[in-house]
């Protein structure tokens, strides 16, 4: 299955819920700070099969000729699904028509013609069994309506049921996005050496378990996908053994080269195009705040926080994939220190509003100063 993070799928459970009006409202709300691509996917079981919408239905509906065909809509005043996209605000808007048992190949051919970092708002049931999008809505119409097969065939994977309202303003647009943008891979960089707290930060107790534990728990929510980044295998069997049951460990290629070395390392094991890093000895997180930096990432290929002081922390911060031959370039010129290369890309520095909760343990007075702070606030 093909992993898309940049995609919001539209299903529906009957024909004429408002689809395509949802569609539409996502791309209006997304067009001023992403690239937006529409797309509307028919998917065809038999060769010969006339449009379900009926003789009057799409018009220019016919079998592809091979296993799929690719349309791009050009007409933003037309009155086809497609225009329709394309008027709302889509830099492209493309029809995939494909045969059932060739949508994986549509597919594919289709992401050839798609700017990688495009935020694509897709229409289909059916493209569900293929790809993995970041969120997949299901528009149910009234309990008494019988649910259409391809809809029922991929109802295990809704992410959101949004109730039909006919395209009108009922539609939760902005609960959807908050939760599209709240969806990324976090990378925990846990392969220091620890050397001014004098024992592995990663282990020290927060709330009766490891830090990292707690530091994890609280990236679940959030998260697509966790990744723990370790200097080398040895060293830590430890702390491998506190984390928790998912969570993937990567290594770094050439150990004794610092965090970038684990950002790189992590960066290049992710699915995801926009991802969180945070250092193992930040034990909370704010997740309004990292929602917050993550929004800001359609502009930017680096994110850094800023906090009450005004210091920059490229250790909690959002990195977009697309920077890893940067850092690979710096790392071989050897180069070690994180910010060298944010001249060489779009970064944009966000300040927490309420940085009451940043705290950064370097020093065991800084863990012990935390956990009393703690025990002060749960008294």
């Given at each position: ?74 007409d933003p005043d037309g009155d086809k699904d497609t225009a329709r996209l394309l008027k709302a605000g889509a830099a ?121 534990q707690s530091l994890i728990q609280s990236l679940v929510p959030i998260s697509r996908d966790i990744i723990v980044s370790l ?149």
């Open positions: 299955m093909r992993v898309v993070p940049t995609m919001i799928l539209v299903g529906s459970t009957a024909r004429n819920l408002g689809r395509t009006a949802l569609a539409g409202r996502l791309i209006e709300a997304l067009r001023s700070r992403e690239n937006v691509i529409g797309v509307k996917v028919t998917t065809i079981r038999d060769k010969g099969e006339k449009c379900p919408r009926g003789p009057d239905g799409c018009r220019t509906f016919s079998s592809p000729t091979g296993n799929y065909e690719i349309r791009e809509e050009r492209r808007v493309f029809w995939l028509k494909v045969m059932r048992d060739a949508l994986a190949e549509g597919l594919d051919a289709l992401m050839t013609r798609i700017d990688r970092d495009a935020v694509i708002v897709a229409e289909s049931n059916s493209l569900r069994q293929v790809v993995a999008p970041n969120l997949f809505l299901m528009l149910k119409g009234p309990d008494r309506d019988p649910v259409k097969p391809a809809a029922r065939e991929v109802m295990s994977f809704v992410d959101i049921t949004v109730p039909s309202a006919g395209g009108s303003a009922a539609y939760p647009v902005r609960d959807i996005l908050k939760r599209y943008y709240s969806y990324f891979t976090s990378i925990v960089l846990a392969g220091g050496t620890s050397r001014r707290m004098g024992k592995t930060k990663a282990l020290l107790p927060i709330n009766g378990r490891p830090m990292i200097n080398d295998g040895e060293r830590h069997e430890e702390l491998k053994q506190a984390l928790p049951a998912g969570v993937r460990v990567v290594y770094d290629e050439r150990p004794g080269q610092g965090p970038l070395m684990g950002i790189y390392a992590g960066l290049k094991a992710s699915e995801t195009d926009v991802n969180f890093v945070v250092a193992c000895d930040i034990p909370e997180i704010d997740p309004g705040f990292i929602t917050e930096m993550r929004s800001h990432t359609g502009d930017h290929d680096v994110v850094v926080s800023v906090d009450n002081e005004g210091r920059t922390n490229a250790l909690l911060a959002m990195y977009r994939r697309s920077v890893i031959p940067l850092i690979k370039k710096q790392l071989d010129e050897g180069q070690k220190k994180v910010v060298l290369f944010h001249p060489r890309c779009r970064v944009k520095y966000v300040p927490m509003r309420d940085g009451a909760w940043y705290r950064n343990l370097n020093t065991m007075d800084d863990y012990q100063t935390y956990h009393r702070d703690r025990i002060g606030r749960s008294s």
